[in-house]
């Protein structure tokens, strides 16, 4: 079904319910971006009504929806890259509201500007701005983009955003709340499609540079990615997708809390403590690199529609330890009604380093041990931050009211372990594991202007 509608969405764009000024004079920009576009485009079109190939469209789409949370510990994150929700009730999770701009040139030259606006912990206006490229086509097999563009990592790459495109209330947390900071990469990408054996088989190759702010327990975490390397293959056969995909960054920048701690390991003496030079180096963010790896499967046909995907994070960083992630979707058809259930699971792949309380002298003044002490309890914590493990099980169903409508209602139970919560911000310090219910109803639609 995803892809299927994928096709027929070819452009939208991403908007939350707010009234912030900033938000106002976006939608103002775009207007009048758009209204100047359509005079020089029908300028063109006067002049040389033989020659103009040049088009645009203007599309959308949208949800609104309410989520109940039972627990009053854990504040639940569709994705990092937004704010929790610490409301029992909340319509801040899914609801959003999306435009997108298409405009061909010529036949092989066209371009996309989208724009995401929901609760973002990101206040800058650039980081709602989901996609701004130019794609240039020679010929029916290559395509060329330049600018903001998906990193097409995952199943729902070109379309997280649209609700309306895939089955479930929203993307599944365990995979894609973590991986949604390289959803976007600012640069260029190639890609090359050709006839296999009866199906089609893509291969795409991207690099460029990223910024993602991302909601954490400690607080916002800002960091700017380089040399981010996506390489994606896809292979799609009747009713069947495959997707195998690799990516590799290196953190350039990052404001954090982490960056004092740094500093203040790195001015005690060896002497006095030999791991704490050790213990900065492992939370220092610039020049850590990362590698991620994905693989994705999709049955569409008659009344089924089954996916899963399966990821993981290789990392040497401190910070963001490595793991693996994945899960199964399977829906069935009745009518208008899609009924379905999915089995998600998150957890890092290996246990974390423990570090030894420092052993300090005797003869040293009480307010230097105190404050190695502390540089040590923040160095634990910082390094046991993104500990993550939980489990959820969802079930739901999707109705299709009209062919650009539906309504979807989704229960998910996730068993959250004690020592693995960075998906969620507490209120409290979690004793023991726990076990949280959420209950969501969405209304989702897209459009055409």
Request: glycine content about 6%.
């Amino acid at each position: 079904m995803p892809e299927k509608i994928t096709k027929k969405l070819n452009g939208i764009a991403d908007k939350i319910v707010d009234n912030s000024p900033w938000v106002i004079g976006g939608t103002v920009l775009l207007l009048l971006v758009y209204l100047s576009v359509v005079g020089q485009a029908q300028a063109r079109i006067h002049d040389h009504p033989e020659q103009s190939e040049f088009n645009l469209s203007l599309s959308g789409f949208g949800t609104l929806g309410v989520v109940r949370r039972s627990s009053d510990e854990l504040y639940f994150h569709r994705e990092l890259s937004m704010n929790a929700s610490d409301s029992e009730y909340s319509f801040k999770p899914d609801s959003l509201l999306g435009l997108q701009v298409n405009v061909d040139f010529t036949e092989s030259l066209d371009a996309i500007a989208q724009v995401v606006l929901k609760d973002r912990a990101s206040d800058t206006v650039l980081d709602s701005l989901e996609l701004m490229f130019l794609r240039y086509r020679p010929n029916r097999d290559w395509a060329i983009r330049l600018g903001r563009t998906s990193t097409d990592l995952y199943m729902l790459s070109e379309y997280r955003n649209v609700s309306y495109a895939y089955l479930w209330s929203r993307p599944i947390p365990e995979f894609y709340a973590i991986t949604s900071s390289i959803a976007k990469i600012d640069g260029v990408d190639i890609s090359y499609t050709h006839e296999l054996g009866g199906g089609s088989w893509e291969t795409k190759l991207a690099y460029g540079i990223t910024h993602s702010v991302l909601a954490v327990e400690a607080g916002l975490f800002d960091v700017n990615l380089k040399n981010v390397f996506a390489l994606t293959s896809i292979y799609t056969w009747e009713n069947w997708i495959f997707r195998l995909a690799a990516a590799s960054v290196e953190v350039d920048e990052l404001e954090f809390q982490t960056n004092e701690l740094v500093e203040g390991l790195n001015l005690v003496p060896d002497t006095l403590w030999p791991e704490a030079g050790v213990l900065a180096q492992n939370i220092d963010g610039p020049g850590q690199k990362l590698q991620y790896y994905t693989l994705g499967l999709q049955y569409d046909h008659m009344n089924w529609v089954i996916q899963s995907e399966l990821g993981y994070i290789n990392s040497d960083w401190g910070i963001t330890q490595s793991f693996y992630n994945g899960y199964l979707s399977v829906g069935y058809r009745v009518d208008e009604m899609t009924f379905y259930g999915v089995l998600a699971h998150i957890d890092n792949s290996e246990e974390p380093t423990r570090y030894v309380s420092p052993l300090l002298p005797d003869h040293l003044p009480l307010e230097l041990s105190g404050r190695i002490k502390t540089l040590y309890e923040g160095a634990v914590e910082a390094l046991s931050a993104s500990q993550i493990e939980q489990t959820t099980f969802s079930l739901g169903m999707r109705w299709d009211l009209y062919p650009n409508t539906c309504v979807k209602f989704q229960w998910d139970h996730t068993w959250v372990d004690s020592r693995g919560t960075a998906l969620w911000t507490q209120a409290q310090e979690q004793i023991g594991d726990a076990e949280v219910d959420l209950l969501s109803l969405n209304f989702n639609f897209i459009f055409n202007l």
